[in-house]
């Protein structure tokens, strides 16, 4: 067989191949149908060849030998025999001892179904034990976290769950234990399981050893029922599969996928989905009442919706969300206030972002698998472990196989132990530290020198709710000047870009279409109608107009302002002054409590639709089982509100919208639910298509931030488990949140008189203190959305006095 560019011959039993050279041999194998059995081998994991069950004969100058196929890459040549009589009985001989001590429980055992060890048990296995003396056994089920439950007895030692938390994770929190027979996997003393990516070790471990404390022993394998889907607790959107049972979701699992997650998923995506089980739900329609809300139909309260929108001028309503909705809900949310309302007041950020055409739209945009090709990477934005966890993988994925990481921040990042350089200041200064590293001096030569090295892709985004949102664009002037660079927008909050594509910002039309292109706009206006003339509100101005009397009335689609937006005093007042408020929301929130009616939404897992991630790639998000109660989509809701108020929006169908987003999106052009399921596939379509055009190309400019000299300033981010609605009402995370406590450096606590354990007072509120060398003099570092720190707003910088005698 001729061998073809980066390919070697080799003869698999007798077949000559050509593969991939350097490729394992276990993977070269399987390319080409010949399956070896393996336990320790996973295709994301560095090979370790523990536990020798894929032994194969490979003939060398010494004659035959048998070799791990994990650990080998093939060469020119190279010839193998996987069915050899001294293959099989060294394969029986593994399971042999494999068994000895496992249990024999795969009736009750969690992996039974869908188990390797029972499937290489029956095709490679004796059939029968020699093995008649007592099995050894462990007290059981032992917790190795709040989320993860271990059986040492089934425990193989593939070693799979370790690799994963060391080296994907970078959380080396569990490990092999004792010499011997009496080897097994625990943590360390006091020191708990407490990754962000535990349940991945649940999803590789081959057999029942590893359960997930909210799917043990609650369904069997073959009772389940699988759809493909992508997460939405953040903007990476990593693609998962949806597993069901008696019309409930049970387990969500990885799905792979090369260009987008590698198949890991954070603790946060896998298992928030029983937070739409609570018991808290909102299943009906609810109207306000004296005292508080009662439950009324569907008819009644979209006529009373319908009626009350219909009573204002349209430039009076403001809409805020939809960054939690499918694009098609988001491109109806739009049509529905542009045209039926008649208000070009609608934004999907809640002020914690920045520049949505430079969000939607910038120019040498990156994708993720850009990470793996790059020389450099740049983050300045927030931390990546706390918010895009799946994308502080894949660039702990990318440093591991060569590249050089930058990280600029005002405080300690999980990334920041890879760094080959760390950039620290204070928080309110980073204009003043963006135009050191351009120049390159001093201290900063090392980093600067590492960025001139191309390709580059830079992550960019607001460290903190506090930092200037213009200093993104000025770090985006200067990461595009950078060798060939690319560059990633960093936003946190579910579909974002996806509602920014469909129009959901003062500035933007659908499909990446800027208000002030004329002519776009005309194109738009032939497919909907006429549009507002009036200059559109962003979230903070809305909230500023209701306060001052020029908006009466707001619609929130899954959006909480009070809790999320940068100044929560501003948003409580807003909303207390509005004079009518509508939420589509599944919770009753610190928002929607506040609103007129409130109708019940349905949620992620029960709505079918597509959405766009951080890199452009538009993905399909499938349904999984009906929606609980009476909740409805909120197209479909808004579509029964717009045929009453004597408008057709034209939203009963979510392929219907689908189809009409592909029409007039310029951006979307082509991107249908066909051409993603029969053309683009799993992985889905990076915007736009060759053949479409994207009108708004971005390009962003060095802009004048001033830096705040004011004595402390705050550095207030969000954390992975916060007080927000995923986490308050899912059982098994709602505990996970740590205390929230005042980040202060050695050099202010003295100054201030306090010690860890003390008491500080920031603006109005009360907090404990830690002292920590990672934080910048003059600096003190909050998280964001906890039960602490409610009502606190996200302001450069603060007042801070000790609280003496405080605890």
């Not at 080897?183 to 399981?193: A, D, G, K, M, Y």
């Amino acid at each position: 067989m001729s061998e073809l560019p980066g390919t070697v011959s080799i003869t698999i039993n007798g077949v000559t191949h050509a593969v991939p050279e350097g490729e394992r041999l276990i993977t070269a194998a399987e390319r080409v149908g010949e399956y070896i059995p393996r336990f320790c081998h996973h295709e994301k994991l560095k090979p370790v060849g523990k536990c020798r069950m894929c032994l194969v004969e490979v003939e060398g100058p010494r004659g035959r030998a048998l070799v791990t196929a994990c650990t080998v890459p093939v060469e020119s040549d190279l010839v193998v025999d996987t069915q050899s009589e001294v293959v099989k009985r060294a394969q029986e001989g593994v399971l042999e001892f494999l068994l000895i001590n496992h249990p024999l429980d795969c009736p009750v055992c969690d992996k039974g179904g869908e188990c390797p060890l029972q499937d290489q048990a029956m095709a490679f296995g004796r059939g029968e034990s020699r093995f008649v003396e007592e099995k050894r056994t462990f007290l059981k089920p032992i917790p190795l976290s709040d989320l993860v439950l271990l059986d040492r007895e089934r425990c193989v030692l593939c070693d799979r769950c370790v690799r994963v938390a060391d080296d994907i994770a970078g959380d080396p929190l569990i490990e092999f234990n004792g010499r011997g027979g009496h080897v097994q996997i625990l943590t360390f003393p006091n020191e708990p399981f407490s990754s962000y990516f535990s349940g991945n070790t649940v999803q590789v471990c081959p057999v029942g050893a590893l359960t997930s404390v909210d799917y043990r022993f609650v369904a069997r394998p073959w009772d389940l029922e699988s759809v493909r889907s992508v997460a939405l607790s953040d903007t990476v959107h990593s693609p998962v599969e949806v597993h069901t049972s008696r019309g409930r979701i049970v387990r969500v699992y990885g799905a792979d996928s090369d260009a987008v997650s590698d198949g890991w998923l954070s603790d946060k995506d896998r298992f928030g989905f029983s937070t739409f089980r609570s018991d808290e739900r909102i299943t009906v329609p609810l109207i306000r009442s004296d005292d508080g809300f009662r439950e009324a139909s569907w008819t009644e309260a979209v006529d009373l919706v319908a009626s009350k929108l219909g009573s204002f001028i349209g430039v009076e309503v403001g809409a805020i969300g939809g960054a939690n909705n499918t694009n098609e809900e988001a491109y109806v949310l739009g049509k529905f206030m542009r045209t039926v309302v008649g208000s070009p007041h609608v934004d999907a950020q809640l002020g914690d972002g920045f520049d949505p055409q430079l969000a939607a739209a910038i120019t040498n945009r990156g994708t993720i698998n850009d990470l793996d090709a790059a020389a450099t990477i740049l983050v300045w934005g927030p931390d990546l472990k706390e918010t895009l966890p799946v994308l502080y993988l894949r660039v702990r994925k990318a440093v591991r196989n060569g590249a050089s990481l930058v990280v600029v921040s005002p405080y300690a990042t999980g990334l920041d132990a890879i760094a080959t350089h760390k950039i620290r200041y204070r928080a309110g200064s980073g204009s003043e530290i963006l135009r050191k590293l351009v120049q390159g001096h001093g201290e900063y030569e090392g980093a600067r020198e590492v960025l001139d090295l191309g390709p580059v892709i830079a992550l960019v985004g607001r460290t903190s709710l506090t930092e200037d949102a213009r200093l993104v664009e000025a770090v985006a002037a200067f990461a595009r000047s950078l060798p060939e660079a690319r560059i990633l927008p960093i936003l946190e909050r579910g579909n974002v870009f996806g509602a920014l594509d469909m129009g959901l910002a003062p500035t933007l039309l659908p499909g990446r279409v800027s208000t002030g292109d004329v002519s776009r706009a005309a194109d738009l206006e032939n497919e909907w109608g006429s549009l507002p003339e009036v200059a559109g509100k962003d979230t903070i101005a809305m909230l500023n107009a209701l306060v001052d009397g020029d908006l009466r009335a707001l619609v929130l689609t899954g959006a909480d302002p009070v809790r999320d937006c940068p100044d929560p005093g501003l948003a409580s007042r807003a909303l207390d002054e509005a004079e009518f408020i509508v939420a589509f929301d599944a919770f009753v929130t610190d928002s929607s409590v506040k609103a007129d009616v409130i109708l019940p939404a349905a949620v992620w897992g029960e709505v079918d639709g597509t959405v766009t991630n951080l890199e452009g790639r538009v993905q399909r998000l499938s349904k999984a089982l009906p929606p609980r109660g009476q909740a409805l989509s909120v197209a479909s809701a808004l579509d029964n509100i717009a045929r009453v108020m004597g408008t057709d929006v034209n939203a009963a169908d979510w392929r219907v919208i689908n189809k009409e987003i592909a029409q007039v999106a310029p951006a979307y052009e082509g991107v249908t639910a066909d051409y993603l399921t029969f053309e683009a596939g799993d992985e889905g379509a990076i915007l736009p298509l060759p053949d479409a055009a994207q009108p708004l190309g971005y390009i962003p400019v060095d802009v004048s931030v001033p830096v705040v000299t004011d004595r402390y300033t705050l550095h207030y981010a969000p954390s992975l488990y916060d007080d927000g609605v995923i986490v308050r009402h899912c059982d098994i995370l709602r505990a996970l949140p740590s205390p929230a406590t005042a980040r202060l450096h050695p050099r202010d606590a003295s100054s201030l008189g306090v010690s860890d354990g003390s008491s500080v007072r920031i603006e109005h509120l009360e907090f404990a203190v830690t002292v920590d060398t990672e934080v910048a003099p003059g600096s003190v570092v909050l998280p964001f959305n906890h039960v602490a720190t409610k009502g606190l707003a996200a302001t450069a910088s603060v007042r801070i006095e000790a609280v003496r005698g405080g605890a």
